[in-house]
């Protein structure tokens, strides 16, 4: 694995393990309560995994074809740290149809935990794939930014978090 890569795909899995290890230890009505306008944790956390899901599922189709795709430049750098800015920021967006409609509503956070170690160990085979001469390649499409490279998806993930991990703490107060 590039070695960028595997940084990148290191520190996701421990902002991962820090986000769940405390979660596993509450109970089943402290996971799935919330306030009726507001995602319980269960959801916020299946919310994140569906995303990871379909992105994970998109780059396995493009990689097929990584060779024709095109590398990314400075204005899509740009665009990342305009991205990074907006999930950094506590400003609200409406989750995409598409990640909404493939959110489980599963309410055992064990059996999510396991459906995302399932999603990384997918991801991470995706990884191993990707020569150095192609860890620029668009590879794939976010929903506000267009086409993004393997290095700005892992990044992405990591700010994903991030930026849900304040509404997580606000229920587990």
């Not at 899995?13 to 290890?21: C, G, I, T």
């Not at 997918?122 to 150095?132: A, F, G, N, S, Y």
């Not at 892992?154 to 978090?161: K, N, P, Q, W």
């Amino acid at each position: 694995m590039h070695p960028r890569l595997e940084y990148l795909y290191e520190r996701i899995e421990s902002q991962r393990q820090k986000l769940l290890q405390p979660l596993l230890k509450l109970s089943n009505e402290k996971l799935n309560g919330h306030p009726t306008d507001k995602w319980s944790i269960n959801q916020i956390v299946a919310h994140l995994i569906a995303a990871e899901r379909l992105s994970v599922g998109y780059i396995s189709k493009k990689i097929q074809g990584i060779e024709t795709l095109a590398d990314t430049g400075l204005v899509d750098e740009l665009k990342m740290v305009l991205l990074v800015l907006s999930q950094r920021l506590p400003l609200k967006f409406k989750a995409p149809k598409v990640v909404v409609e493939n959110t489980t509503q599963e309410n055992d956070l064990k059996k999510l935990e396991e459906e995302w170690d399932t999603v990384r160990a997918d991801l991470k085979k995706l990884l191993e794939q990707i020569e150095d001469d192609q860890v620029r390649r668009k590879i794939l499409k976010h929903v506000r930014m267009g086409m993004i490279n393997i290095q700005h998806t892992l990044r992405f993930f990591g700010e994903h978090v991030g930026h849900h991990k304040p509404q997580i703490d606000v229920l587990l107060r």
